[in-house]
């Protein structure tokens, strides 16, 4: 996590009272450092999507943006286990699915929960990548002055929002393992029920998910990573987002 990142976070939570800081400033709680960090790609920084151009060029002039398009409507999960959602189907509306409810769900402060949920869901071929990622979030809990182990503080909830997804499948997988990029809110609420001031909002990252025992499952496996891409910029009103692939996500009714 960056320096900015853990400022961030450690402002969050010293807003909602967690912390016993002499200033209380609201922010934006982040969870870079879960799946997909930094750290876990081999120490170097992840290239962000990149923003999308003011004017468009000639190939870029269609007038549909991921806001004016249809919505990219989620399946309904079948069932609960381990702390997820499941039962999404084989193709790529399961694996969006997935990888959605997934992201909204994950327990990114919690490390007892987070290795539930993520050795439901890490591919059995992803090896030592549970264990690196609750390291992560145990970093994360000591970064914001909380125990390296523990739950989410008591009276503070925590809702993430996935806003849209970017699908592709991997060159070479015949579809069975596709990477999802998703633009994200995520929102705290505290203990008096009032909302953070400053929500964490407008965020990216990705996750690569291959079809493995009947279900789609989270993996880092090296052939993978070196076929990851790295799209536009998610802005909801720009041609250039949507004719990059992004498509706002409409969550089911």
């Given amino acids: 996590m960056s320096d900015s990142k853990t400022r ?21 709680v982040t969870a870079a450092v879960v799946l997909g960090d930094d750290d876990s790609r081999g120490g170097r920084p992840s290239p962000k999507p990149t923003a999308a151009p003011a004017k468009p060029n000639g190939s870029q002039q269609s007038e ?19 702390g997820l959602s499941t039962g999404f189907s084989d193709g790529p509306v399961g694996a ?11 327990a990114f402060l919690d490390d007892q929960k987070a290795r539930q949920q993520l050795e439901a869901i890490v591919s059995s071929e992803a090896e030592g990548y549970v264990d690196e990622q609750v390291s992560e979030v145990r970093k ?12 989410t503080p008591a009276g503070i909830t925590f809702s993430t929002t996935v806003n849209a997804v970017r ?9 069975n393992v596709v990477q999802i990029w998703m633009n994200y809110d995520r929102y ?17 990252t990705d996750l690569l998910l291959k079809w493995q025992d009947g279900a789609w499952k989270i993996t880092n496996e090296p052939e993978y990573r070196e076929k990851r ?10 041609h ?9 996500v409409r969550h089911a009714d």
């Fill in 188 to 204: 705290a609420t505290k203990a008096d029920g009032s909302p953070d001031d400053e929500p964490l909002k407008d965020e990216d």
């Fill in 8 to 28: 961030r976070a450690r402002l969050t939570l010293a807003g909602i009272g967690i912390l016993a800081v002499g200033v209380l400033v609201g922010g934006g």
């Fill in 96 to 106: 969006i699915s997935t990888a959605v409810y997934f992201w909204e769900e994950y």
């Fill in 64 to 82: 549909m943006t991921p806001d004016k398009a249809r919505k990219f409507k989620l399946q309904v999960p079948t069932g609960q286990k381990d």
């Fill in 167 to 175: 699908a592709t499948s991997l060159a070479g997988t015949g579809g």
């Fill in 140 to 151: 994360l809990r000591e970064e914001v002055g909380l125990p390296p182990s523990g739950g």
């Fill in 229 to 238: 891409s790295f799209p536009r910029a998610y802005f909801p009103d720009s």
């Fill in 240 to 248: 250039v987002s949507w004719s990059d692939g992004w498509q706002q």
